[in-house]
């Protein structure tokens, strides 16, 4: 296992070059300079080429990439243009309310797609069945954004019940923090719980109709027996598979959701950062959200050898 | 319009006449468009004056802005939200005044012996927060900041400052390079604004995030979580007793949604907006939970046109675009009458407006005229590059149509903000979006754009006209305003001949409160002062 753990940590060196190279060559031939869009009132050409030169931004483009992996490379990743603290500080802000939203709605949609789909394999073909493909459809097709601005009418201006937007830290405050979060997760939810039940519906019909199961029913156990002790195990791996792949797109792109629900996210300072140019901004959080995927990506990959003894990676 | 009258419970203080005085306002901007700005200050300075009923003291007032601030240092800040919290916690030197006079701030009153020099005598008195007193050692030391500080944004607009002398104690001389007719309105935002010595000093570039101690205001710096809320308080040893400030507390939430911060306002969430955007007004109006107050403002909303390359090098076609932009088409449809049709870049709420000129109306003869005079009877293309934003994206639609109909056909680019400025900066666009918050005085909103300048600047369209450049320059130097208004008259007249840009609209700022806030002052440079504020 360790062996397994060094090769694909290894591995992912060259992707992460990749990445930052090709990040890096974006964001810089993208128009748009962050001296200008700081200063867009300003005619004082001296102090921008100044503040250009002190920033390294007047070099060429190869240089300021050598110099900005000579610093990752130290563990440097740099100082936001835009506001001059460091970028881990500026991301160490934002991972939490991204990671509390992530977790809150991924717990939502397993709790809504996970009965939805089993029932919808066990009871297949049935007006259960339907209402579980509705659901499904319904979920994919919902623009996020729209499905925002539906709950905050209804829950926040209507009801009243929740807050509006805002965010409240739920280490902090409990309970204002989780109503603060639970429009948001369940307008990031609905989309990932729509995948699971579809996702959990097909795996389950396939486990259904193994072997082991007719021998399981053969045996003289009833049909809820059979689907807890013998086939939502075997079910449960590809909604894994799903749930490790959208935990790096439900932190670093829940961009809409932060923005609607003015929630200090990951997603909303990486976009904020691109309009602005800031560089080190944007290199530093897309390195971290690169190694992010790949971290999760392994977890995945190790949690199946735990789930499914019958996987070995030699 | 009836004016403000007790209602049947013999009060004043009541919503329909704080509903009274908004449409009083509203109408008196009307009329302020043909009468001039008199009439819309006599009926925007009311709503201070008939507030009847007792401003208590108390209360959190819960403010929303589409953007956080960037910093709270104002030497070093560029950006427009900054501006919305300094007023609150710095005060300059001269004051605006709801019809855009400038009044005694923290200097008292001011004198210029000669058109190079300026002595100003400082009021006394005035402690910053943090203890230390305000005096002529004080401002010198900000001018000089304002100079030398090597990131500082304000040396362009301080440009014309040689040096500053502290003559005595309350008495500063600045010393100018060359007359400056404009300095006085400069004076009355972040250039003049006065930061404690002590404070700047000890926390150097700390001061970009933590403003305890520095300012003057009727409000102090107490704290900014960054993303989250900035919180400023009642400072209870302000130097000026009377009218306020009554508030105990005033919080600043970034909310980047329109659609939501509306929502928050009218849910009780929060208290006031800076904007309510144009397709929203009649809704929020017509809202019993929301007072609308229709500002107008300084800003002004026009295309720039590349005079540096073809087509637009070509006068005759510049003309041809003009006159085949229907205006008030525009203004009705896309800005819904949130604003007024522009002539210049001189807006109706400026002294220096000149309402004997009328915008360009269209007309497709003319248009058809000076197509075949440019030499392009069949008509051309170009491509308008504008900002990636709903009414911008309307309005180019709009334009579009206009044009078709007169021959000439628009590609429509969009952009993001950074874009925008990169390709004006470096004059790569035929006709570029581009919206001017506007400054008190006109020179604010027209010398940069329009007088010849080498190297990058913000004259985008490149003219280069002579006698626009000597009367531009005049205009800095005469400090008579008749005599002013005389040379922008004249400016306006040669910048709707030679278009460098064509002139749409100069919006309306409508702003959104809670019924409870009361008190507010209107000033058109669109800052929201909450000195007067108290809550019912």
Redesign the interface.
Known sequence: MGRLVLRRLLATIPVLLLVTAGVFALIHLTPGDPIDVMMAESVDASVKANLRAELGLDRPLYLQYAAWMGRILRGDLGRSIRNREPVIENVGRRIRPSLQLAGLAMGISLLVATPIGIFSAARRNTSVDRFGTSFALFGICMPNFLLALLLIFFFGVKLRWLPISGYTDPAEELLPGLRSLVLPAVTLGLALAAVITRTLRSSMLDALSEDYVRTARAKGLTEWQVIRGHVLKNALIPVVTVLGLQLGTLIGGAVITEYVFALPGVGRLVVDAVFARDYPLVQGVVLLIAVGFILSNLLVDLLYGWIDPRIRYR | MAAPAPDVNGRFASRRNFLRLCALASGGLAQAVTVGPQAASIALAQPAASQAGAPKKGGTLRVGFYVEA??MDPHLS?SKVDRQIYHNIYEPLLVLDTSLGIKPGLAESWQQPDPKTLVMKLRRGVKFHDGTDFNAEAAKFNFNRMKTE????R??EVASIESVDAVDPYTIRINLRRPDAALLATLTDRAGMMVSPKTAQERG?EL?RNAKGAGTGPFEFVEWV???HLLIKRNDSYWNKQGGPYLDRIRY?????D??KL??L??G?IDVIDYVQPRDVAAVKADKNAVVLDVPSLASFAYQLNQTRPPFDNKALRHAVAYAIDLEQIVKGVWLNVGVPSNGPIPPTSWAYDNTQKPIKRDLARAKAKLAEGGKPGGFAFTMTTANIPINVQEAEVIQAQLAEGGISMKVKL?????Q???G?TR?FDMISYQW?GRPDPDGNIY?FFRT?P????NWSGISNPQLDALLDKTREVSAQPERKKLYSQVTKILQEELPMIFIVHPIEPKAFSPRVQGYEPIPDGMMRFRTVWLK
């Open positions: 960037a910093t560029g090597p990131k500082s944004v040396k362009g570039p970009e960054k993303d989250d939430r970034p909310i980047p949604d659609t939501v929502q928050s009218q849910a969430e952009v993001d903000a950074a874009t400025l990169s390709d900066n790569n918050s940069q300048t190297g990058a600047s913000l």
